[in-house]
C-alpha cells in the first residue's frame, strides 16, 4: 500500500520532538488568536513568518499549519461561550451553540465541537492522502497554458466567494496581480514600477503588506465600534455529552467532515464556506427544522466538523497544483518560496518528507488540539476578559515588529503603514482585501505562464481554448464568474455572508 | 445630489481606474513587445485596461438611478493614531531602542480606543517595551537596540 507507506514516512517526519513542538506551538498560537475575536489567522501567520526563517521549511510548514487549523477550533470556544465569533469560520456556530450554552449545556456544545472537528480532521487527512497523489500526477502533465487556465479560475473562485460585489472582487484581483509584479522582471530584468528604490528591485514586501492590510486596517476598523466588548461567560458544568447528543450529532459530523472535505478542496472554499454549507444541508433534511436556532446540538456538530474538514483539505490545491485556495493558502506559498521551495505538483515528488510530513502532523495536531482544549477553557474564558484596548496596541506592536523583522528592513514598516492606509480605504469602499492577496500571489506566476504559453504558440492566443484541459478550466471559471453576477445566485450568496 | 446616489461605488471606480491609468502611464517606458515574445510592458498594460475599464464600468453603475444609496463612513482617527504609533517605532527604534520606541508605539497606539486611560496605557507600554525586548531581540536575535545607542544601545 502506498498510501501508509507514504503515511509512515509522514509519522516518521512529524514526530520528531521540534516538529512535534512546533506542531503544539502552532496549535496553542492558532488557539488563543483563535479565542480572541479581532485577531484572525491571517495577520498572525503573516507576523510569525520572519520567525519561521531559521527554521528547517517542514518545521515552518507545520508550525504556520497548526495557526491555521488551531484558529478554527478556538473560534468555536467564543462563539458558544461568549456569542461572539472568535474567527469567521465560527460565524455559524454562534447561532445553536450559544443557545446550548445558556441552556446549561456548555460543556456538551464544546465537547461534541472538538470531537467533531477531531473525526473530521481524520477524514480530512485520509483524504489528502489518498487524492493529493494522483492530482499531483495529473499536474505534472501541466503546460503553461493549463497553469494560466488554472490560475485565472482560482481566481476567479477567490471572486466568487468574496462579499459584496462581484466587479469590486474581479477589480481588486487584477490590482493585486498589478501589485505583484512589483519589481524586477525575470526575464528581461527591467525593474518595473520601482521607482529606482531598492527595497523595492525585490518586489513588495509580502509580510509587510499583509501586515497593513489585515492587521492594521482590521484593528482600525474594530476601534470604530465604539460599545465596549462584554464578556458574558456562560458557565460551563460537564464537558460530557448524554447517549441522545451524540446520536444526535453522530451524522452531523460525519456529513459535515463529507461537505467540509470537498468544498475545502475548490479554490477559494474552506474552512468559512464548509461550515455555512454545513448548518444549510442540517436544517434541510432535519426532522424538526424548528429547534435550529433553539440550540440544536447538530447544529453545532455539522458546521464544526465541516470547517475543520475544509482548513485541511484546502492545502490540497496548494500542495499540488501551488494555487493558493484562499488568504491563509496564500501565505503558505508566500512561506515555501521563502524556502527556496517553488510550490506545484514537484514537491511530492522532490520533497515527500516535506509533504507527508505535514499531512501527519495536521493529524497529530488535532490530537494535541482535543487534549489541549478541553481542559484550557477556563484560561480561555479567562483569556476573553482581557479588553479590547490593553490587546490591540500589543497586536500593534508586535506586527510591527514583525515587519519590520521580515527583512530586517525599516523600509517594511513604512509599506506596512502605506497598506493600512489603503486597506482602510478599500474596507471602506466595499472591496474585499482578499482577491488583492491571491492576485498579489499569483501575478508573476500568472504573467510567466502567459508568457510561456504565448511563446510556444508564437502569439496565438486559441492556444487557452484549443488544449482540452485548458479550455475546460476557463470554460469553467467563466461559468462561475457569470453564475455569481446571476441576480438569484447574488441573493442568497449575500444571505449567506450576511450573518458577519 | 442626484449625481453622486453611490458615493461608495463611485469612489471605489475611480480608485481603479486612478490605478489603472498610473499602470498605463508608467509602463510607457517598458518594451512591449508582440503577444509571442511578451516585453516588461506587455503584462501592465493589458492589466491597466481592465482596470480603467472595470473602474468606468463600476463608475456608470453608481451612476444609476436605481443605484442603491451608499456613503462609505469614515472614520480616520483611530487608523491614524494607530499608525502615528506605528511610524514613531519607525523612526525611534534604531536611534533610542526597542525599550523606549515600543512603549511609545503602545502608548500612542492606546490613544485609539475610545476607552483611554492614562495609567493603564503607561503601565502596558513599559511592560510591553521590555516584553518585546525578551521575546524579539534576546529570544529571536533581532539587530536593535534595546537602549538608546548615545548610553551604548546594550545589546
Redesign the interface.
Known sequence: MDILANLALGFGVAFTPINLGYAFLGSLVGTLIGVLPGIGPVATIAMLLPITYGLPTVTALIMLAGIYYGASYGGSTTAILVNLPGEMSSVITVIDGHQMARQGRAGAALCIAALGSFFAGTVATTVIAAFAPPLAEVALKFDAAEYFALMVLGLVSAIALAQGSVLKAVLMAILGLLFGIIGTDVNTGTSRFAFNIPELIDGIGFVAMTMGLFAFAEIATNLEKTEGRHVMTAKIDSLWITWKEFKQSFGAILRGSAIGSLLGILPGGGATLSSFASYTVEKKISSDPSRFGKGAIEGVAGPEAANNAGAQTSFIPMLTLGIPSNAVMALMVGALIIHDIQPGPQIMTKTPELFWGLIASMWIGNVMLVILNLPLIGLWVKLLSVPYRLLYPMIVLCCTIGAYSANNNMFDVGVAIAFGIAGYVFVKLGCEPAPFLLGYILGPMLEENLRRALVLSRGDYSVFVTRPISVVMLAIAAVLLVVTVLPAVRKTRDTVFQED | MQLMRNP??M??GL??IA?GMA?LV??QD??LG???????GY??RL??I??VA??A??VL?SLRVNAEV?R????WR??LI??V???A??GL??HLG?ILA?FV??FI??F??????WK??LI??AV?GVA?VLV?IYG?G???PVWPIFIGGGQ
Do not use: N
Open positions: 461608495k461605488d469612489l471605489a480608485m481603479f490605478f499602470s508608467i509602463s517598458y518594451t508582440t503577444a509571442a515574445r511578451m516585453g516588461p503584462f501592465p492589466l491597466g481592465l482596470l472595470g473602474g464600468l463600476q453603475l451608499e462609505p463612513a469614515w472614520h483611530p487608523l494607530v499608525l504609533g506605528v511610524a517605532f519607525m527604534a534604531p526597542v515600543g508605539l503602545v497606539a492606546s485609539a480606543s475610545a476607552e483611554f486611560r493603564e496605557a502596558s507600554g510591553q518585546a524579539f529571536l533581532m539587530p536593535l
